[in-house]
């Protein structure tokens, strides 16, 4: 797995400009096999600590997005339950795989959700006082939130809340581009993601 051309781009001072390129979409994916996970994840770790370095000065946001939906549920309150994580994990209520699927999928294309996503970026971008750059949002674990999210839904459904020059959302892809359309473990049929630049991998 050859990550060196990605942080070539990532270094490269005009792709750091988030207002550097399409007007309308800051979203950019890059495809990689799902058996190269841990080592991506492991890369990705690199990644920050070289972008953080004095010719980039860059302070990026890596999330986990199944992480990240996990802590929401752990946070959000359900009826009685104040966290919607202890109720599924305990399930003292009964109910069944279908009725988990339901909840789980409607949560995590929610507005709350997508709210909670967008304040961790913004909470990352507005920082001040470090002299970092934060032109990046790395957004991976794909994968792990499937089936209750996919990728095509979540970019369509962050548009509500997009800042659109203020940071770029490097979305890691655990599949491959077929033709104009995507397929997710190289096994599903996934949407072509028009709001998305293909990185790199082509």
Do not use: W
């Not at 007007?23 to 990689?32: E, G």
């Not at 990644?47 to 752990?74: G, H, M, Q, T, W």
């Amino acid at each position: 797995m050859n990550l060196q051309p990605l942080l070539e781009k990532l270094s490269d001072p005009r792709f750091q400009d988030p207002a550097n390129g399409d007007i309308f979409y800051n979203y950019f994916l890059y495809a990689y096999r799902i058996e190269d996970e841990y080592e991506l994840e492991e890369e990705l770790v690199k990644f920050k600590d070289a972008l953080s370095r004095p010719n980039n000065f860059i302070d990026v946001l890596s999330l986990d997005i199944f992480e990240e939906f996990c802590n929401y549920l752990d946070q959000s309150s359900y009826g009685d339950y104040s966290s919607m994580l202890k109720l599924l994990y305990d399930n003292e209520r009964g109910l069944d795989n279908d009725d988990i699927n339901d909840l789980l999928c409607d949560e995590a294309r929610s507005h709350d959700f997508l709210a909670y996503i967008h304040q961790r970026i913004i909470d990352h971008v507005e920082r001040e006082g470090d002299g970092l750059r934060r032109p990046y949002v790395f957004l991976y674990g794909i994968d792990r939130i499937f089936p209750y999210l996919r990728t095509n839904a979540f970019l369509t459904l962050y548009e509500e809340f997009n800042k659109v020059g203020r940071y770029k959302i490097i979305v890691f892809y655990p599949g491959e581009r077929v033709g104009n359309s995507y397929s997710l473990f190289n096994l599903l049929d996934d949407a072509h993601f028009y709001r998305a630049s293909y990185l790199i991998n082509e």
